[in-house]
């Protein structure tokens, strides 16, 4: 989207665990570190399952993809 890069990994819609909590916190605080060491673009990274799907590609075509948080995001934010 522009100078705007997504990252998406997909998951499947209960795969809530310890691991996830861990690759969603770990990645997020990754590309934090990438875009303060650079201008170029802007990464924002998302997980996403097949509950969430339809709710993405909306955000994403009315460009309000950076404030979409997922339903497994959510859950794993929990």
């Excluded at 690759?23 to 990438?34: P, S, T």
């Excluded at 909306?58 to 794993?76: H, M």
């Amino acid at each position: 989207m522009g100078s705007d890069i997504i990252v998406v990994e997909i998951k499947m819609d209960n795969d809530i665990s310890d691991e996830n909590r861990a690759k969603l916190r770990y990645a997020r605080e990754h590309f934090a570190r990438v875009n303060e060491l650079q201008k170029e673009q802007r990464y924002f990274f998302k997980f996403l399952s097949p509950a969430s799907y339809d709710l993405f590609f909306k955000a994403l075509r009315n460009g309000k993809y950076r404030d979409f948080k997922s339903d497994i995001e959510a859950k794993l934010e929990m």
